[in-house]
């Protein structure tokens, strides 16, 4: 059944899955590694200065877009109600759901990471650190991405709330993990590796009382 839950969330929300979302964040993290060298000049010393945060933010921004769609949806239509009544509970939906989350936009982020490098000049070792970094601080961003999404599947206007909501919860991960870029040692990757691990505890007990608590309500 988890197998079946599992599959059910990645047709949703992958590129092409009825959902309609699923490109948009892999073509908006694109769209800003091409114009970002358009809105600060030629300069190539100070793309690559500044290019790995770009990504940074760009990853961040692309893991905001699919939130309308990861819970309200699901929720409207009683299907996780209908999960309930075979014996999985909102915590159960809610892991699966986020493994499907993190599958459906970070290794398309990871792979559209090597064009959006070359586009703004960054070294091999500047982009290993990079992807190194989204690799472990991608997971925390789809945690945050759940449980705000789980609050707010309920609320009128919640799309926009939540993109307002993601963005202070996942500065730590952005710090540590764009930090990592001036630090000569992996002490930023292991902080950005460490929040997303707790994150991901935590994400599906918070979201999963959230949907109980929207039920309620």
């Not at 300069?43 to 921004?61: E, F």
């Not at 929720?75 to 989350?101: C, P």
């Not at 190194?132 to 789980?150: F, K, Q, S, Y």
């Not at 990757?189 to 309500?217: Q, W």
Request: glycine share 14%; charged share 10%; proline share 6%.
């Amino acid at each position: 059944m988890i197998a079946a839950l599992l599959r059910r969330d990645l047709a949703t929300l992958l590129p092409g899955g009825h959902g309609g979302s699923g490109l948009l964040p892999l073509l908006f993290f694109l769209a800003v590694a091409m114009l970002y060298p358009f809105a600060v000049g030629p300069d190539a010393q100070l793309l690559a200065r500044t290019g790995g945060g770009v990504i940074w933010i760009a990853a961040l921004l692309a893991a905001i877009l699919p939130l309308e769609k990861l819970v309200s949806g699901d929720l409207d239509a009683g299907i996780f109600d209908q999960l309930r009544l075979r014996g999985i509970s909102e915590e159960t939906a809610m892991a699966v759901r986020l493994l499907a989350h993190w599958l459906a936009f970070a290794p398309f982020l990871l792979l559209a990471t090597l064009p959006a490098a070359a586009l703004l000049g960054l070294d091999g070792k500047t982009t290993q650190t990079v992807l190194l970094g989204l690799v472990a601080g991608t997971p925390g961003l789809a945690a945050v991405g759940l449980i705000v999404a789980a609050l707010t599947a309920s609320m009128r206007g919640g799309a926009a709330l939540a993109g307002l909501m993601v963005i202070p919860l996942a500065v730590p991960i952005l710090i540590f993990g764009a930090g990592a870029l001036a630090r000569p040692d992996p002490g930023g990757l292991l902080l950005a590796g460490a929040i997303s691990l707790g994150l991901c505890a935590v994400a599906p007990f918070g979201a999963g009382a959230a949907l109980k608590a929207a039920r309620e309500t």
